[in-house]
């Protein structure tokens, strides 16, 4: 299996990074190196083998539903792009 | 009394608990002699003028019953530090102050640390070799135009190059072990839930593990002992009894039954790496250890492995900087140009590689074929390690396939350079914990390292047979200072 251009195109527009020609081309080399190690995969059967989903064998913990820290919004503000004192500001999104 | 900054944890704070030296001085030491290696690039971060007061702060009413009492420590940046710049070693960071501290760091300070800096680091902590840090590549203090290994690059150079005492990094692949072998130092990745993750930068959430980088094993002990902790904050932190890892730390692994797997006898690995495995197996059989040939069979599909599991983890880790609450901003002319911009722009080309290949195995159709399998995989590579565990107490192989290469060696091939982490990654997929010492040199007299492997929380065990190990290999890692300025 090969990734081809328009694939570069596709996966970069998924993933929100936006690249040129020539980066696409760069990548596309690089992303069909490391499928290619990837594909050794295939060689195992693994038709009976259950995928792990946790690697630490513990279930996750319930907790009360509790406030634990307030008056916070001056320091989840504080590293914000754009200075506002109230909210995070972004380019117009309704028209 | 030797040179400062030599000295041990261990010594450092015999010294100050016996009042022969202060926090201030050690603290001074440690600067002046930073000051003076700017060439090795291995602080993005200094906090030099807050350490000096801090450590005033200790001397004017010390307290000798903490476990680092008055000592400087850098960090590496992929930790938050309240107030104190943290960058993950990336331009979408570069901005960032954190308004909160990692447990992990937070249990450093809350022991008397002081906090000396942050630590270069590959970006997101995504590399071999430091070279994808925003920040630029770090210098081996082994030697000139080398690369310290990486991800936890800067933790690896500073603790070598006597910059700070030990340090923490943090292990997804490899990135403590393998810097730890390149640099003549020790380097352990802690069992997955020893100590927490809260605070720390995300990379793959399953494999992340932060962990101490020191000059030997009784640091080393020493150090997780005070960073290991049970966490409310994260939710895969796991709530057991953590040993005193530093009383308990013994010589005596008589009878202990340590494994020697087939499948790390790789392709073209140098001559030296082979003997130097053969002599650490002989160390252990004159320290009573019973040496037993064990199989891992899926030991070549680990990074295969690796290389599906850890990108799809970090491309949705990483959809987080989009520009809006934090970090680095490129202008768009609506959202969506915003976000793209900024992530084309703030993301190096390595980041932005493993967000693609993340995208592409978690994507419609492609899922089943390549997360789903690997997952199935990992099971296998874990079954490999239980399967050996209920025959051996513990696993020695080498830490690395090679030592320190040259900077810019690997750069071009993305799959060579991964190759770096051919015998650390199956650890992290399996999350056990696992040491790596410097065991011996090639023939360029470049630091090589040996790997103990243990179970799921027994790192006591691997740190006693580290401990025993270091004692006869007797490793000397005499660095030039070459690159010292006035």
């Known amino acids: ?95 | 009394m030797s040179d400062i900054t030599s000295q041990s944890l261990f010594e450092l704070t015999s010294n100050i608990k016996e009042k022969k030296l202060s926090s201030g001085e050690i603290t001074k030491a440690f600067i002046d002699r930073a000051e003076k290696s700017k060439k090795l690039n291995v602080y993005v971060t200094d906090n030099f003028e807050k350490a000096i007061d801090q450590s005033k702060k200790f001397d004017s009413n010390p307290n000798f019953d903490l476990k680092l009492p008055g000592i400087p420590i850098a960090v590496k940046d992929l930790f938050c530090t309240n107030g104190v710049r943290t960058t993950a070693g990336s331009k979408i960071l570069n901005n960032f102050v954190p308004t909160y501290e990692s447990t992990v760091t937070q249990n450093l300070w809350s022991q008397g640390a002081i906090l000396l800096g942050k630590l270069n680091c590959d970006e997101f902590a995504m590399g071999s070799s430091n070279e994808t840090s925003f920040f630029g590549n770090v210098q081996n203090p082994v030697g000139e135009n080398l690369v310290p290994g990486g991800s936890s690059g800067g933790s690896s150079a500073a603790v070598a190059a006597n910059l700070t005492p030990v340090t923490i990094g943090t292990d997804t692949g490899g990135s403590i072990r393998q810097p730890a072998s390149f640099t003549g130092t020790v380097g352990l990745k802690p069992t997955y839930g020893s100590c927490s993750r809260y605070g720390i930068v995300a990379f793959a959430s399953s494999l992340d593990q932060a962990g101490p980088m020191t000059k030997n094993v009784r640091d080393c002990s020493m150090l997780l002992e005070v960073i290991s902790s049970f966490d409310q904050k994260d939710s895969t932190s796991i709530d057991y009894k953590r040993n005193s890892y530093s009383k308990e730390l013994s010589k005596d692994i008589k009878g202990k039954k340590i494994g020697i797997p087939k499948e790390y006898r790789v392709d073209n690995m140098p001559d030296e790496i082979e003997q130097l495995w053969k002599n650490g197996i002989s160390y252990a059989k004159d320290c009573g250890a019973e040496i037993i040939d064990i199989s891992l069979p899926h030991t070549n599909y680990a990074l295969p492995t690796y290389y599906i599991v850890a990108p799809a983890e970090a491309s949705s880790n990483l959809a987080r900087y989009d520009g809006v609450k934090y970090g680095f901003r490129s202008p768009g002319q609506n959202l969506i140009e915003m976000y793209e911009k900024t992530r084309s722009e703030g993301f190096g080309d390595e980041v932005k590689r493993r967000i693609m290949i993340g995208t592409y195995v978690l994507s419609s159709g492609y899922y089943d074929a390549y997360y789903l399998k690997a997952q199935k995989v990992r099971q296998l590579i874990k079954k490999d390690f239980d399967d050996a565990f209920s025959k051996v107490d513990a696993i020695l192989t080498p830490s690395t396939p090679s030592s320190a290469f040259k900077i810019g060696e690997k750069t071009n091939d993305p799959v060579s350079m991964y190759l770096n982490d051919i015998f650390t990654v199956p650890i992290n997929l399996a999350g056990l914990p696992g040491i790596s010492i410097p065991a011996g040199k090639d023939k360029n007299n470049y630091p090589l390292g040996l790997q103990v492997i243990g179970k799921p929380f027994d790192e006591q065990n691997i740190l006693n047979i580290s401990y025993a190990l270091e004692d006869k290999i007797n490793f000397k890692n005499d660095i030039s200072d070459w690159w010292l300025s006035e």
Do not use: C, W, Y
């Open chain 1, 1 to 95: 299996m090969s990734i081809d251009l328009k694939t570069v195109k596709h996966i970069s527009k998924l993933a929100r990074i936006s690249i040129d020609d020539e980066k696409a081309n760069k990548l596309k080399g690089d992303l069909n190196n490391i499928f290619e190690f990837i594909e050794k995969l295939n060689e195992l059967n693994t038709d009976n083998v259950q995928a792990l989903t946790s690697i630490a064998e513990t279930t996750l913990r319930f907790r009360k539903d509790e406030i634990k820290s307030e008056n916070i919004r001056e320091k989840i503000l504080k590293n914000s792009p754009e200075e506002n004192k109230d909210f995070f500001v972004v380019p117009k999104v309704v028209e």
